[in-house]
């Protein structure tokens, strides 16, 4: 029950960062059946003509345009969620196999684009990744040099799993615990971070978090294993 709470707390990413950019900048193009003007931060998937058209991908919309959200690491996953069914209803392939070549071709980029969006903002850490990405600052091209003690604990708590599954040992209650709770802290304090725009901080515990992660995937598939979740 714990871990269930736990889980669903940071998926729901409802923290209390505030990262808001402005992402109103018109992008203006044209159609490419009516040929009118098309303001794609208004327009993201269909030109606002009588047929409807289907547009093709915009590479210059950041996801959370796409959602009509402002970049921030504090949003609702539940409308999130109504926004990517709604959306699409429209964009599904199945929908465009009586339509053009170049239709059913732009609304598999679309719908795969929408789904890859949804993905990323629907999980707290992918989403604080396309935050930082989107100041043009990745973890794979900007490496953070986290401390040796750091890393030797996690070295030590992987060693301890790998022994507590090899010798199915009890479940780690008490490492569980403690693990999740050091989560929940360095998730409250990537949304301080990101909202006093604090990147280098941001990128820190992100890298610790990633760490933490991997742990916490592998406490879940012992929880799985002892018939916990």
């Given amino acids: 029950m714990f871990a269930r709470l736990l889980q669903n707390r940071l998926r729901s990413g409802l923290l209390t960062s505030r990262l808001s ?5 018109p992008l203006i193009e044209q159609c ?10 208004e327009c993201q998937t269909h030109c606002p003509c009588e047929k409807h058209i289907i547009l093709p991908v ?9 959602f009509d959200f402002s970049r921030s690491f504090e949003i609702d996953t539940k409308q999130l969620t109504r926004i ?39 999980s707290p850490l992918a989403r604080a990744h396309y935050l930082l990405k989107l100041e043009n600052i990745t973890l794979e091209e900007s490496p953070v040099q986290l401390e040796p003690d750091f890393l030797m604990r996690i070295m030590e708590i992987n060693e301890d799993l790998v022994e507590i ?7 780690p209650m008490e490492l569980t615990i403690k693990m999740r709770q050091e989560i929940d802290d360095h998730m409250k304090q990537l949304s301080t971070a990101l909202n006093q725009m604090d990147l280098t901080k941001a990128q820190e515990i992100l890298a610790r978090l990633q760490y933490f992660n991997n742990i916490n995937d592998k406490l879940i598939d012992l929880e799985v294993k002892h018939g916990i979740i």
């Fill in 32 to 41: 490419w059946q009516c040929q009118r003007q098309v303001d794609r931060s």
């Fill in 165 to 171: 599954i090899s010798k199915n040992e009890p479940f």
């Fill in 58 to 66: 915009r590479s210059e919309l950041d996801y959370f345009r796409l």
């Fill in 84 to 122: 990517f069914r709604n959306k699409m209803k429209f964009l599904h392939p199945d929908l465009f196999t009586n339509k053009s070549d170049t239709e059913k071709q732009h609304s598999q980029d679309q719908s795969s684009l929408l789904n890859e969006a949804y993905k990323t903002l629907l």
């Fill in 21 to 25: 950019l402005n992402t109103n900048t």
